[in-house]
Nanobody, 124 residues
């Protein structure tokens, strides 16, 4: 089993920045993709960004590309989501997930392990 724990959520003003962290334990990540998803109550979970542990390739949703950056720390087994120029529509619960996608990394169905989520609220 793999455990994922997200931290770093909170309240931020529009235009500001926030960094989310995801700590992984229990299984090695070397063959996994780690993704960030977000969900607003009553809506479907939405892909935000993903990073491959194999080659560090990154992928972003159109809505966050150029504002958000996903990165990893091999030694600490951490994945980060740097959120810049945040907007009120970025408000959601953000989840870290790990899986071995055989299709689009944006498909949440390919991810086997999920964290509990961290709330991000962007005020106008």
């Amino acid at each position: 089993q793999m455990q994922l724990v997200e931290t770093g959520g909170g309240l931020v003003q529009a235009g500001g920045s926030l960094r989310l962290s995801c700590a992984a334990s229990g299984r090695p990540l070397r063959t996994y993709v780690v993704g960030w998803f977000r969900q607003v109550s009553g809506k479907e979970r939405e892909f935000v960004a993903a990073i491959s542990w194999i080659d560090s390739s990154t992928f972003y949703a159109n809505s966050v590309e150029s504002r958000f950056t996903i990165s990893r720390d091999n030694a600490k087994i951490m994945v980060y989501l740097q959120m810049n120029s945040v907007k009120p529509e970025d408000t959601a619960v953000y989840y870290c997930a790990a899986g071995r996608p055989v299709g689009p990394y944006s498909d949440s169905g390919y991810y086997d392990y999920w964290g509990q989520g961290t709330q991000v609220t962007v005020s106008a």
